[in-house]
């Protein structure tokens, strides 16, 4: 191969070569990001929602657990909100040994609650943990 074949092809082999190594590279940076944002997302069960959340509760003995909020804290100000404040009530079946429970906020039980999203859990009457919740309150 003369000089000249090897300076004609190799810039677009070279081309060639680096893109798909730079593509590959942005592929494997897009996967590993994914990968680490979703670490423990399956085990994330935080309910989203407004000043209402419906949850789904197993059934102790045949009836339903008594329900506390606890560990509320304001996304944005991190201010501590008073579980007292959410109220439950049975909404319907859940399914076998499960009931569907309305986790609400109630601001009239409270003065000068803040706007903000706050974040915390259900637990029942042992403290075993039912799930995480997210309550708009205050605005």
Do not use: K
Not at 9 to 30: E, K, N
């Amino acid at each position: 191969m003369s000089d000249e074949e090897l300076v004609r092809l190799r810039p677009r082999d070279l081309a060639a070569v680096w893109s798909t190594a730079f593509g590959q590279l942005a592929r494997l940076w897009r996967s590993g990001l994914m990968a680490v944002l979703e670490i423990g997302s399956g085990e994330d069960r935080t309910i989203l929602s407004d000043e209402c959340n419906r949850i789904t509760v197993q059934r102790v003995g045949g009836r339903v657990p008594h329900l506390i909020a606890r560990n509320l804290v304001g996304q944005s100000f991190g201010r501590p909100l008073d579980g007292g404040v959410v109220t439950f009530h049975v909404a319907g079946s859940g399914g076998p040994g499960a009931v569907l429970v309305d986790c609400c906020v109630d601001e009239s039980l409270s003065q000068g609650i803040q706007g903000d999203i706050y974040r915390g859990e259900v637990v029942d009457e042992q403290g075993t943990p039912i799930t995480r919740i997210a309550l708009d309150a205050g605005s």
